[in-house]
């Protein structure tokens, strides 16, 4: 079957470092996705890895491991906007669907 | 470039009846995806549409359908309204739906069954 498994939710202090975590089990692997979800808003595609390693897009860095099937999303200097549920995604299977993760809710507090 | 457009963005209907949701992608694109979203269920693949056809199907029953026209909109309908078809329906669009194509959402249709 394909699982994908995050934290359901995590708090944080404003300015500090928090990293979300990502375990997945899927039939095949073509890359993986972090979305960023505010409260009633649609997903917004924040990183995509496909090759082991860390990816880092300013306070947002995204880590994947495939041979540990692992992936997490750091976020630094939080601030409070930065409060919403984030989303991981795995393109995987013959006809390149995402399989997606249940989601992280972040609370900042000041 | 215009961003991805759902219509409508709110809709209440009771028990019994059908709606239908409309998508608009991002112009260029020709994947559209559409989720279920419920809270705590994360989102739920329904199907996907590239070129007129659909490609990938998730595990929902035949009442929900949906179908893609030439200009690459995509609309989605459920038939005979259950209560728990009460969620937000989002859409997304990519350019080719490839593996390393990103799916840009739309605002999504906030659908209520009474």
């Known amino acids: 079957g394909q699982n994908i498994d995050q934290p359901t939710e995590m708090t944080a202090t404003e300015g500090a470092i928090v990293q979300i975590n990502c375990t997945y089990q899927t039939s095949g692997f073509n890359g993986l996705f972090w979305y960023q979800q505010h409260a009633g808003e649609a997903p917004t595609f924040l990183s995509y890895n496909v090759l082991d390693g860390l990816e880092e897009k300013g306070r947002f860095s995204s880590f994947l491991s495939r041979s540990k099937g692992y992936s997490y999303l750091l976020l630094k200097e939080l601030q409070m906007k930065d409060s919403a549920s984030y989303l991981c995604a795995v393109r995987a299977g013959d006809g390149y669907q995402l399989i997606w993760g249940a989601g992280t809710k972040l609370i900042i507090k000041p | ?114």
């Open chain 2, 1 to 114: 470039k215009a961003g991805v457009t759902q219509t409508p963005r709110y809709l209440i209907k009771t028990r019994g009846q059908q709606v239908t949701l409309s998508c608009s992608p991002i112009s260029g694109h020709r994947s559209v995806s559409w989720y279920q979203q419920t809270p705590g269920q994360g989102l739920q693949f329904l199907f996907e549409y590239f070129s007129e056809t659909q490609r990938n199907k998730g595990n929902f029953p035949g009442r929900f359908s949906g179908r893609q026209f030439s200009n690459s909109r995509s609309e989605m309908n459920v038939s005979t309204l259950e209560l728990g078809d009460s969620a937000l329906y989002l859409c997304a669009s990519s350019s080719a739906g490839g593996e390393a194509d990103t799916q840009y959402f739309g605002p999504g249709t906030r659908l209520t069954v009474l």
